[in-house]
């Protein structure tokens, strides 16, 4: 199982940018995918789910309305894209994966914790600045 997170890169307050997350070795409609960043002097913290097979996504307050995780299952790829960034979200962005053990109740609860998470991908920097 091996997730690779790529399209980070520099990008001016207001831009946009999409994030890749390539899954091999699984079928991500098994797996809760969740995207999480973590800034240089602070915790890794959760900014989206996705659990296919429920259909229900959540995000962080911090991203909420600004950011939007897909799936595309013919490619076995997620997706977040991130429309009218803010120098707070500079960070290296990690996509993360779990096969689905519990109901999707579960995950609603849980999906920022690190510790749901069993893959990890290596991460790619965002930075938002002018």
């Known amino acids: 199982v091996q997730l690779q997170a790529s399209g980070g890169g520099l990008v001016q307050p207001g831009g946009s940018l999409r994030l890749s997350c390539a899954a091999s070795?699984?079928?991500?409609?098994?797996?809760?995918i969740g995207w999480f960043r973590q800034a240089p002097g602070k915790e890794r913290e959760g900014v989206s789910f996705v659990n296919p097979s429920a259909g229900s996504t959540v995000y962080a307050d911090s991203v909420k309305g600004r950011f939007t995780i897909s799936r595309d299952g013919g490619k076995n790829m997620v997706y977040l894209q991130m429309n009218s960034l803010k120098p707070e979200d500079t960070a290296i962005y990690y996509c993360?994966?779990?096969?689905?053990?519990?109901?999707?109740?579960?995950?609603?609860?849980?999906?920022?914790?690190?510790?749901?998470?069993?893959?990890w991908g290596q991460g790619t920097q965002v930075t938002v600045s002018s």
């Open positions: 993360a994966a779990v096969r689905r053990k519990y109901n999707s109740g579960h995950y609603v609860i849980t999906w920022a914790r690190i510790s749901t998470y069993d893959y």
């Open positions: 070795g699984f079928t991500l409609r098994n797996y809760v």
